[in-house]
């Protein structure tokens, strides 16, 4: 019974003194429609996908952000960005898909 006693004493002392990450790591998935692939367009469709990525993430409270990303298909530009709350190094599991289309 006292050994009972000193297991369970010892894993509530480990519990109260270790604290889980409770970090937020998604992965935000924007397009944008392209008319042509001209440079302006393209730079333009860029521009428009960090901005949509970027006020997503800032708006769920994400304060890390880095593109991870980006193709251009025959009629869309597609932009991968990876958004987290905690250390930006830490960011192997992704919780969260996010999928944003202009």
Do not use: C, Y
């Not at 692939?37 to 970027?54: D, F, G, P, Y």
């Amino acid at each position: 019974m006292k050994r009972w006693t000193s297991l369970v004493a010892a894993w509530l002392l480990a519990v109260t003194l270790v604290t889980p990450a409770w970090a937020r790591t998604v992965r935000i998935e924007t397009t944008v429609p392209l008319a042509d692939h001209s440079e302006e367009t393209l730079n333009r469709a860029m521009k428009q996908a960090v901005e949509k990525s970027v006020q997503g993430a800032t708006a769920i409270g994400l304060n890390w952000i880095r593109i991870d990303g980006a193709w251009v298909l025959p009629d869309m530009f597609v932009l991968w960005m990876v958004a987290t709350d905690g250390d930006p190094g830490d960011d192997e599991g992704l919780d969260v898909d996010v999928q944003t289309t202009l």
